[in-house]
């Protein structure tokens, strides 16, 4: 069974870092591209970093902020996204999948919330 395992969200300061971790089992996941994903309410989910055996792209809005990283196993994968600088605007439930996303479920997500 596949399963994505979002940790690490919660309440911080604008200018502040948190770093978020995904546990994905349940297939090969190393062999997959993977992202971070963000829903802020109201929102469409949206593609914030991804990473691939050899590299990463980030989205213009978390570029030279936020820092994706992956650790590989043979049935699983975690997935880091360290941030860095944040701000009310990164306000939004964070979420892992494989990138495209549609072949495996969503998890739960973890919240950040950035406010004074």
């Known amino acids: 069974q596949v399963q994505f395992v979002e940790s690490g969200g919660g309440l911080v300061q604008p200018g502040g870092s948190l770093r978020l971790s995904c546990a994905a089992s349940g297939s090969a996941f190393s062999i997959y591209n993977m992202g971070w994903y963000r829903q802020a309410p109201g929102r469409q989910r949206e593609l914030v970093a991804a990473i691939t055996i050899g590299s990463t792209n980030y989205g213009d809005s978390v570029k030279g902020r936020f820092t994706v990283s992956r650790d590989n196993a043979k049935n699983a994968v975690t997935v880091y996204l360290q941030m860095n600088s944040l701000k009310s605007e990164d306000t939004a439930v964070y979420y892992c999948?494989?990138?495209?996303?549609?072949?495996?479920?969503w998890g739960q997500g973890t919240q950040v919330t950035v406010s004074s």
């Open positions: 999948n494989v990138v495209p996303p549609g072949r495996f479920d």
